[in-house]
Each structure stands twice: as structure tokens, then as C-alpha cells.
């Protein structure tokens, strides 16, 4: 019944389960590998889609509100030869909340300072700056000593452009669906990764945990249970992401916490299998011993019965014998 009922749970009976009954990891642990990973891609993908889509979102506001600043405050920009110019070469940095980065600066002059640009851009979480033949972007990476990726606008063919063109080139659907797939491409490939990643870590803990309870578990099966357990943790990082993104709002030790409920929930799980493993020693002792209560049972009963058959026949000869006796003493009274 348990592998029938298995069968039937769907995505979103899953993760339900996965968040509040511990009991039905011990399912999950017996279920092929092939259905666990099944389960992590559509939770990655649900997880990439929403971020993707509050991206998007996000930076369509912010491209609105820029397009409408260019028009009301920018008289002269424009592409030449795929050259830059932007108000007479002025010189102008942009940092405010509604903008598309948290800082753009503009330097179109011959000979810009891009060292100093560049320690300016480094103080916030991502920038761009626009020079005359180029745009650098700035994106932080772990590990990578050049965090400034250079694009020249002729790499792109842009040629000659004027305002209107730059404007209306910057709410081209094509943008926005390259940036889609972008953004969803490298959010699903990251975070599928990284719950393998931490899946098997987790497998690991299980492991140590089975071994000090004296539980044989399979590798493959605490790291099943070891992506199901790491449900709820994506679900907060999810939420953690939308409201760090919309209201700048930090939590230090997220990522403690993140971890720290996967913990949780591997060392219940593993709990929980060491308790039914123990109930089913205990059910079969008992079953057991009211077996063997039965077998010597049996004996005494057979004995019983023996006892009463012997009895019997021994009555019978009894009353035989009296039978014979009272036809001799007849035969002899005649």
C-alpha cells in the first residue's frame, strides 16, 4: 500500500511532505534515485522561473524610469561611427535607487580616468561605465582578479544612432527575452548544482549519524533524503532573495540558517528510520514469541489427548472384562 500511495504523489504532494511529515523520507529513501533528481530539476525550474520573472520585472521598472530621465533630462546623446556622445562630453555619475544599476557613470571625454571610475563602481553590488568606444560593466565574481567585462560598441554594430533610436532600442522586446533566458539559463544551472552539491554533504552526515546508531543505510539513500531535506531551505531562499532585492533588507546569518535546517531535517529523518527499524525488531520479537508459546502448547494438548484416549480404552477393557465375567457366572449358574 505505502509503494502504491508513493506512486501517486506528484510534485507538490512531494514537497508538502518533504516540509512536514519526517515519516515519508523513509519512502523517499526507497524510491529510485532517478525520482529524486525528477524532483529536484522541477523544483529548480519553479525556483529559476520566479526569480526570473521578478528580475525581469524589476528591470523593466527601472528601464522605464530611465528612458523617461534621458528624455526629460538629456538633450544631446547619440552614436556616431560608434562613437558615444553624451551631452558635449559631460562627465555625470548615477547612483540613485530607481536606476537600472546601482551606479552608472558617463565619461565620453579622450582620455577618461578609468582607474579612479572603476574604484567608484567597486563600492556597490554591480555598475556600468560608459565611455566613448566602450561600455565596461561591473559584476562581482568570486576567484576572478578582473571583475570588468569591456564591450565595444562596434563589436555590436552600432553605428549611427540618434536619440530617439537609443530610446527606443532600450525597449526592444528582443532585450528582454535575451535577458530571460540568460538570467534562467545561469539561475536554474547554479542552484541545480548547488543542491547537488549540498545533497551530498548532507549524504555524508547521514551516513555518520547511521553508523553511531548502529544503522545500515545505503549512501544512495541518505543523499535522496538528503535533497528532499533541502525543500524547505530553497523555499527560504526564494523569499530571502525577493525581499533582500525589493526592500534591501539583510538577514547576517542566512546562510547558517539555511544549512542549519537541512541539518535538521537529515538527523530527524535518520531518527525516525533507527525508531520504525527498532518497532519492527520489537514486532517481530513478539510475533516470535507467541509463535513458540504456540508450538509448546501443542505438545500438551497431543499429551492430553493421549492421556484421555489411553483412559478410554483402558475403561473399555474394564467393561469388557465385566462383561465376560458376568457371561461365565451365568454359564456356571446353569
Same mark, same amino acid.
Given at each position: 500500500?505505502?509503494?502504491?500511495?508513493?506512486?501517486?504523489?506528484?510534485?507538490?504532494?512531494?514537497?508538502?511532505?518533504?516540509?512536514?511529515?519526517?515519516?515519508?523520507?523513509? @519512502?523517499?529513501?526507497?524510491?529510485?534515485?532517478?525520482?529524486?533528481?525528477? &524532483?529536484?530539476?522541477?523544483?529548480?525550474?519553479?525556483?529559476?522561473?520566479?526569480?526570473?520573472?521578478?528580475? #525581469?520585472?524589476?528591470? !523593466?521598472?527601472?528601464?522605464?524610469?530611465?528612458?523617461? &530621465?534621458?528624455?526629460?533630462?538629456?538633450? =544631446?546623446?547619440?552614436?556616431?561611427?560608434?562613437?558615444?556622445?553624451?551631452?558635449?562630453?559631460?562627465?555625470?555619475?548615477?547612483?540613485?535607487?530607481?536606476? #537600472?544599476?546601482?551606479?552608472?557613470?558617463?565619461?565620453? !571625454?579622450?582620455?577618461?580616468?578609468?582607474?579612479?571610475? *572603476?574604484?567608484?563602481?567597486?563600492?556597490?553590488? &554591480?555598475?556600468?561605465?560608459?565611455?566613448?568606444?566602450?561600455?565596461?560593466?561591473?559584476?562581482?565574481?568570486?576567484?576572478?582578479?578582473?571583475?570588468?567585462?569591456?564591450?565595444?560598441?562596434?563589436?555590436?554594430?552600432?553605428?549611427?544612432? !540618434?536619440?530617439?533610436?537609443?530610446?527606443?532600442?532600450?525597449?526592444?522586446?528582443?532585450?528582454?527575452?535575451?535577458?530571460?533566458?540568460?538570467?534562467?539559463?545561469?539561475?536554474?544551472?547554479?542552484?541545480?548544482?548547488?543542491?547537488?552539491?549540498?545533497?551530498?554533504?548532507? /549524504?555524508?552526515?547521514?551516513?555518520?549519524?547511521?553508523?553511531?546508531?548502529?544503522?545500515?543505510?545505503?549512501?544512495?539513500?541518505?543523499? *535522496?533524503?538528503?535533497?528532499? /531535506?533541502?525543500?524547505?531551505?530553497?523555499?527560504?531562499?526564494?523569499?530571502?532573495?525577493?525581499?533582500?532585492?525589493?526592500?534591501?533588507?539583510?538577514? %547576517?546569518?542566512?546562510?547558517?540558517?539555511?544549512?542549519?535546517?537541512?541539518?535538521?531535517?537529515?538527523?530527524?529523518?535518520?531518527?525516525?528510520?533507527?525508531?520504525?527499524?527498532?518497532?519492527?525488531?520489537?514486532?517481530?520479537?513478539?510475533?516470535?514469541?507467541?509463535? %513458540?508459546?504456540?508450538?509448546?502448547?501443542?505438545?500438551?494438548?497431543? =499429551?492430553?489427548?493421549?492421556?484421555?484416549?489411553?483412559?478410554?480404552?483402558?475403561?473399555? *477393557?474394564? +467393561?469388557?472384562?465385566? !462383561?465376560?465375567? +458376568?457371561?461365565?457366572?451365568? @454359564?456356571?449358574?446353569?
Amino acid at each position: 500500500m505505502e509503494e502504491k500511495s508513493n506512486k501517486k504523489m506528484n510534485f507538490f504532494v512531494r514537497a508538502y511532505k518533504s516540509i512536514t511529515s519526517f515519516d515519508t523520507y523513509t @519512502q523517499f529513501a526507497m524510491e529510485p534515485l532517478y525520482k529524486a533528481i525528477r &524532483y529536484l530539476a522541477i523544483l529548480i525550474l519553479i525556483f529559476a522561473i520566479i526569480i526570473t520573472g521578478f528580475y #525581469i520585472g524589476s528591470f !523593466s521598472s527601472k528601464v522605464s524610469k530611465g528612458i523617461a &530621465y534621458l528624455e526629460k533630462n538629456i538633450e =544631446n546623446i547619440s552614436f556616431t561611427n560608434s562613437i558615444f556622445s553624451y551631452n558635449n562630453d559631460e562627465y555625470s555619475i548615477y547612483n540613485e535607487e530607481e536606476n #537600472i544599476a546601482p551606479i552608472i557613470i558617463v565619461d565620453t !571625454s579622450e582620455e577618461p580616468n578609468i582607474e579612479e571610475h *572603476k574604484d567608484k563602481v567597486k563600492l556597490y553590488n &554591480y555598475g556600468f561605465i560608459l565611455l566613448r568606444d566602450s561600455i565596461m560593466i561591473f559584476i562581482p565574481a568570486e576567484g576572478e582578479d578582473e571583475q570588468f567585462t569591456t564591450i565595444s560598441y562596434s563589436d555590436y554594430g552600432i553605428g549611427n544612432m !540618434s536619440k530617439e533610436e537609443i530610446l527606443n532600442s532600450l525597449n526592444n522586446p528582443t532585450i528582454y527575452i535575451i535577458l530571460s533566458v540568460s538570467i534562467f539559463i545561469l539561475q536554474f544551472t547554479e542552484y541545480f548544482i548547488y543542491i547537488l552539491l549540498n545533497a551530498v554533504t548532507l /549524504a555524508i552526515i547521514g551516513q555518520i549519524l547511521a553508523i553511531i546508531l548502529r544503522l545500515r543505510v545505503k549512501f544512495s539513500e541518505t543523499y *535522496k533524503m538528503g535533497i528532499y /531535506a533541502l525543500t524547505l531551505p530553497t523555499l527560504l531562499q526564494l523569499i530571502y532573495i525577493i525581499i533582500n532585492s525589493t526592500t534591501g533588507f539583510v538577514i %547576517q546569518y542566512f546562510s547558517w540558517m539555511y544549512t542549519t535546517i537541512s541539518y535538521i531535517y537529515m538527523c530527524v529523518a535518520i531518527l525516525i528510520i533507527k525508531t520504525d527499524f527498532m518497532n519492527m525488531q520489537r514486532e517481530l520479537m513478539r510475533i516470535t514469541m507467541e509463535e %513458540q508459546e504456540n508450538h509448546e502448547e501443542e505438545p500438551l494438548e497431543e =499429551n492430553k489427548n493421549t492421556e484421555d484416549e489411553d483412559k478410554g480404552e483402558t475403561e473399555d *477393557k474394564k +467393561d469388557e472384562k465385566s !462383561s465376560e465375567d +458376568d457371561d461365565l457366572k451365568e @454359564q456356571t449358574d446353569s
